[in-house]
């Protein structure tokens, strides 16, 4: 065996097999700590054997039975050094020989248990993309822009809380499980809009959902995050990795598509769940023409069509099509999807079916009267109704949207439709000094800057279509 | 597993008769299913003394040791298998109180 065909099988074992070893361990040794720990080593096993002695013929047990090894050793080890009573019960629980893998799937606990409402949600992030994902702690910390050492605070504080206050390792009971897996699409869909639309230092707003394939999905209580105050406490406002500079981070997009597959596979019927797999893929297929080889962000009605990946898109209409088909009203998430399915449904930017989107708005609206839902309506409603209709609909999100670059984007494209270009100049002003992404900070600089050109008047006199639509890239 | 489930108020001042009666129904309940450890209610925060005698001569001063908007009015210690029991619980007592509440895990406890 070559040394790149085995390191090709731990990639892939590490990929398929990291959260089922973790919750594995997890559950036999009812620690988060022995588990990461133990599991950590394992691969590292993995690593430096397979090479030399093949990859064994079941690479999910071999990691299991090598990891829970390590573990009794390491929980040997630490209870001889400190007398920890608590480490030596590990060890008495149970017998030590009973084979891990066969207690099932527990990946479920897992993801319910680093995704507990009790902790903080930057805490459920970082647990969710180290224990479940099995990102390392330096890419975790590279794309939230901290210290590796600050991330990993953060975590063994979540895990200190977890053990201390008895957060259980189980899935919830059916009443609570809506809420619990609301919570846990909350933190996928973050780690997706981190990945997908990244902010740059200092931005404390447009956090959650604010930036992301569709703003509208901010969940109420988060809407004061959308506003000028830097309150919230932001993952990574300070550090400097180079992160920072890379308007995509592609690494976190795969790992939320991954982890919401791997929650989907575990709750099939779960309709919001297929909703935000669905919303993800996409989106993610747009990926290749969100942004110009300049580095500047392409909005959806200038991409490239041809770009967006065929693969991805029929994935997604194809969930899309079955949670229509289950006739059950849709989430958030479910509607969400079905909005990009629609406009990536458009061979053109003019053939999109924008009454659809507006009654898809009208639903979301009910669910979530949220101004960033009504603010990406009116988007629509200009294409149905004209700029002018459009800019009296998000007159009165002014006061709730000061701090949102995104209503000052949206409102300087209608301004700019409208020829009214010293207020349209203002607006993108406000716009850029609030964005947060440098491929946006590009886009609205250039669009200001056609504000001053010839060029910019025979721009406006073309169809408007698509132009407006920055915050759908 | 013990918490204590502290109850924070803001101003509201006494618990009204409406909500007694429903914190007796909450504290019942606790004792019927085998949560109740002890609970108690506070008078109001400008009815407070400290003292330190950390260094053996007690200095005392009036009022509670910090000024906050948000202070303790009562509490509930309670027994429940784990957090997502303890929470439960609180949200009861939450209701029943109409006040907000805080869960917090004991290191020890010594009581009955």
Same mark, same amino acid.
């Given at each position: 065996m070559s040394g790149n065909e085995a390191q090709a099988a731990v990639t892939e074992a590490h990929r398929e097999e990291w959260a089922r070893v973790v919750s594995a361990l997890a559950r036999r040794f009812g620690s988060l700590d022995v588990a990461e720990e133990a599991a950590a080593e394992a691969f590292a096993a993995a690593v430096a054997r397979w090479p030399a002695d093949g990859v064994p013929p079941n690479p999910g047990a071999w990691l299991t039975t090598t990891a829970k090894r390590k573990a009794l050793d390491w929980i040997r080890r630490e209870s001889k050094r400190g007398g920890k009573q608590q480490l030596a019960q590990m060890l008495s629980d149970g017998d030590p020989s009973e084979p891990v893998e066969l207690i099932g799937d527990e990946r479920l606990r897992l993801i319910f248990t680093c995704c507990h409402p009790a902790l903080a949600l930057e805490a459920r992030v970082a647990l969710a993309l180290r224990l479940v994902a099995g990102l390392t702690m330096a890419e975790i910390a590279h794309a939230f822009l901290v210290q590796e050492s600050t991330m990993g605070q953060r975590i063994t504080r979540a895990k200190a809380k977890i053990r201390v206050a008895r957060i259980p390792y189980r899935t919830p009971a059916a009443e609570d499980l809506p809420r619990r897996v609301s919570g846990v699409l909350e933190v996928l869909f973050l780690v997706f809009n981190e990945g997908y639309l990244a902010t740059g230092p200092g931005q404390a707003q447009h956090r959650l959902g604010a930036t992301g394939p569709q703003a509208g999905v901010a969940p109420k209580r988060d809407a004061r995050r959308i506003g000028p105050a830097q309150s919230q406490p932001r993952p990574g406002s300070r550090a400097g990795a180079r992160?920072? %500079?890379?308007?995509?981070?592609?690494?976190?997009?795969? *790992? *939320?598509?991954? +982890?919401?597959? @791997?929650?989907?596979? @575990?709750?099939? &019927?779960?309709?919001?769940? *297929?909703? +935000?797999?669905?919303?993800?893929?996409?989106? &993610?297929?747009?990926?290749? *023409?969100?942004?110009?080889? %300049?580095? &500047? @962000?392409?909005? +959806?009605? &200038?991409?490239?069509?041809?770009?967006?990946d065929a693969a991805l898109l029929a994935e997604g209409h194809q969930l899309v099509r079955e949670r229509l088909a289950a006739g059950v009203a849709p989430g958030r998430y479910q509607i969400l999807a079905a909005i990009n399915a629609v406009h990536t449904s458009a061979p053109q930017p003019n053939e999109t079916a924008w009454r659809k989107i507006v009654a898809l708005y009208d639903q979301l609206l009910r669910l979530d009267p949220s101004p960033i839902v009504a603010l990406n309506r009116a988007v629509a409603v200009a294409e149905l109704e004209g700029p002018e209709v459009a800019l009296a609909a998000i007159a009165p999100l002014q006061d709730a949207l000061a701090g949102y670059h995104l209503y000052h984007a949206t409102r300087a494209e209608? +301004?700019?439709r409208l020829g009214r270009n010293q207020q349209a100049r203002a607006a993108y002003d406000r716009a850029i000094a609030l964005a947060g992404n440098i491929a946006e900070t590009a886009y609205l600089t250039r669009r200001r800057g056609q504000l001053l050109t010839p060029a910019a008047v025979s721009q406006q006199s073309q169809p408007p279509h698509g132009e407006h639509h920055v915050h759908v890239p | 597993m013990k918490y204590l489930v502290s109850v924070i108020d803001q101003n509201t001042g006494l618990a009204t008769p409406a909500e007694m009666a429903a914190i007796d129904v909450f504290n019942d309940r606790l004792l019927a299913e085998g949560h109740w450890v002890c609970a108690g209610g506070l008078e109001a925060p400008h009815t407070a003394t400290v003292i330190d005698n950390r260094r053996g001569e007690a200095i005392v001063t009036d009022g509670p040791y910090v000024e906050t908007k948000e202070y303790l009015a009562g509490f509930w210690v309670i027994e429940a298998a784990d957090l997502d029991v303890a929470l439960k619980l609180a949200a009861e007592g939450s209701k029943s109180c109409n006040r907000k509440v805080e869960v917090r895990p004991f290191l020890g406890f010594v009581g009955k």
């Open positions: 992160a920072r %500079n890379d308007p995509i981070r592609p690494g976190l997009t795969a *790992a *939320a598509i991954r +982890l919401t597959r @791997l929650v989907r596979s @575990l709750m099939p &019927e779960d309709g919001e769940v *297929a909703g +935000l797999l669905a919303l993800m893929l996409l989106t &993610e297929a747009r990926r290749a *023409a969100r942004v110009a080889p %300049n580095g &500047e @962000l392409v909005p +959806l009605g &200038e991409q490239d069509r041809r770009a967006w209608l +301004l700019r | -």
